[in-house]
């Protein structure tokens, strides 16, 4: 799985100009899709997922369960068929669990792991194998899990089955649903009763789904609660599609004049919703209709128009319902008049890259005065120019300068984009479909 990342480097060539007109639906939410797999394997009955992202991060969870002994069907369309083998039921792989580039699997799945009776060693690729784990061996632990990882707290992982594992009281020290989710899951298999407490809200599908799946969850507040030991039951999952993968399109027809478009069925969990409400502060012209909710989860159809921005302090309290979208907020930031600036989101410093360093060596690239600080950045909105872009390897920074490429008065070609296909794998042939001048090559 990891091997594919950096066989060959895909580079995306952006020319200037261009609009965004028409209608598009756009990939499955990648953590709803995450959970179906893993709740649907606990579960006892035959769960059935449509909508579910065919991308390479949801794909490495299902491979994960695979190998676990689940038998599941597809994805075929997006159609997939899990037949649970309820919460004890899992089997110890093979080989080590390769997670890719997910930190959504590795995270969750070290709790999940926590309550099993098997030994299991857990990697990833480069990136991942840099990301912080410590934040969720160290709540394991204190639940009485058995967990190795490298002398820099990093994955490989490597969890010791049979421990038996106790509920605990958990203060998140940092606002993370990777977290939350994963002390909730090793609180399926705990002694007595578990509970986080978050320090601002963060994505809630964890909660959301334990509950489609028929466990009870207690919510008050900022705490989530529940019981070990209950069952899951199988449940059926229409997956909404990602407003993470959304947020490229929103962003793109605000900032060229002459665009129209609507983005179908999109998920509009609260908790998720911050990049719609960053743009609405910025001037962005987005229009809901069609509300309705889907197997416990809102979801909408969003017309975005072009309209002038204007630069802002990004309220903290939107940072973490925004978390993914910051890379191309940035863009929408470089397109805008004046200046933005965002506080409160060190986080984004232990993401699939550095997000803050990598985005503003992208923007100074095509001219845009933009700074760093510890927690954030500040930029002066300007006109974007041409240049050679360093994605990283990091999928939501080589496509928030593909949107960028939409407003600059020169190409813009972005390296390292391969792991587009863990979030997004039709992005450049659905972004051309609505009018972006992209192409793509592998040398």
């Keep these: 799985m990891s091997e594919s990342h950096s066989d060959s480097n895909v580079i995306f060539h952006a020319q200037p100009g261009g609009r965004l007109t028409g209608a598009l639906r756009v990939p499955g939410d990648k953590s709803i899709s995450h959970r179906s797999i893993m709740l649907g394997s606990l579960a006892i009955g035959t769960t059935r997922i449509t909508g579910f992202l065919e991308g390479e991060d949801s794909l490495a969870t299902l491979a994960a369960f695979r190998a676990m002994g689940v038998d599941i069907e597809g994805p075929d369309d997006g159609k997939v068929t899990v037949h649970g083998v309820g919460l004890h039921g899992l089997k110890a792989p093979k080989h080590p669990l390769d997670l890719g580039n997910s930190g959504t699997s590795i995270r969750l799945l070290a709790g999940l792991m926590a309550g099993q009776t098997f030994d299991v060693t857990m990697s990833g690729d480069a990136s991942l194998s840099k990301r912080p784990m410590r934040r969720v061996t160290e709540p394991l632990a204190a639940m009485g899990a058995v967990i190795d990882t490298t002398d820099k707290g990093t994955a490989p992982l490597r969890v010791h089955g049979g421990a038996p594992l106790k509920g605990i009281n958990y203060q998140l020290p940092v606002a ?109 012209n987005i229009t809901v209709s069609n509300e309705r909710e889907v197997g416990g989860e809102p979801v909408a159809d969003l017309t975005v128009t072009a309209a002038p921005l204007n630069g802002i302090h990004i309220p903290e309290d939107q940072v973490p319902l925004a978390i993914d979208e910051f890379p191309v907020l940035f863009i929408a930031a470089a397109c805008a008049a004046g200046e933005t600036v965002l506080t409160g989101a060190e986080e984004l410093r232990v993401k699939e890259s550095d997000r803050i360093q990598v985005m503003a060596d992208g923007l100074r690239t095509l001219g845009i005065d933009a700074r760093p600080t510890p927690d954030g950045m500040v930029i002066q909105g300007g006109q974007l120019r041409g240049g050679e872009i360093q994605s990283h390897g990091d999928h939501r920074i080589a496509m928030a300068f593909a949107i960028a490429s939409l407003r600059a008065n020169q190409p813009v070609t972005i390296h390292d984009c391969a792991n587009v296909n863990t979030s997004f794998p039709n992005f450049v042939s659905l972004a051309r479909g609505v009018g972006l001048k992209i192409s793509a090559s592998s040398d």
């Design 176 to 284: 993370s649903a990777q977290v939350k989710s994963c002390v909730l899951l090793a609180g399926l298999y705990a002694k007595g009763r578990t509970c986080v407490t978050e320090p601002a809200p963060t994505r809630d599908h964890t909660e959301r789904m334990l509950k489609g799946f028929g466990y009870p969850v207690e919510v008050k507040g900022s705490t989530v609660c529940l019981e070990g030991g209950r069952n899951l039951t199988a449940a059926n999952i229409e997956v909404p599609a990602d407003i993470s993968s959304a947020a490229f399109f929103l962003v793109g027809a605000s900032i060229v004049e002459g665009s129209r478009l609507t983005l179908q069925h999109v998920g509009m969990n609260p908790t998720r919703i911050g990049v719609i409400n960053i743009l609405r502060a910025m001037g962005a």
